[in-house]
C-alpha cells in the first residue's frame, strides 16, 4: 500500500500529462483527473472510479438475470 500511495503522491505532484492504464482501483481513485472507458468506442465517464465499478457490477447482474 505504501508503494500505491508513493506513486500516486508523484504523478499527482507531476506538471504534465500522463495516461494512466492500472487495474488498481485505490491507484486510479487517487490520482485520476478524467476517465476514459475504452468499450466499443472511447466515452469520457462523467463519475468516479468506485461509481464506475459499481456500475460494471450492475451490468454484470442484470446480464446474469436475463440469463436466468
Known amino acids: 500500500m505504501e508503494c500505491i500511495d508513493s506513486l500516486a503522491d ?3 505532484h507531476y506538471d504534465g500529462g500522463l ?7 485505490r491507484l486510479i481513485e ?7 472507458v ?4 472511447i ?3 462523467k463519475g468516479t472510479i468506485r461509481e ?4 460494471l457490477r450492475k451490468q454484470m447482474e442484470d446480464r446474469k438475470g436475463l440469463l436466468q
Open 52 to 55: 464506475y465499478k459499481d456500475s
Open 10 to 12: 508523484a504523478i499527482n
Open 43 to 45: 466515452t469520457d465517464w
Open 19 to 25: 495516461v494512466l492504464v492500472s487495474h488498481d482501483f
Open 30 to 36: 487517487q490520482v485520476a483527473k478524467e476517465i476514459w
Open 38 to 41: 475504452c468499450d466499443r468506442g
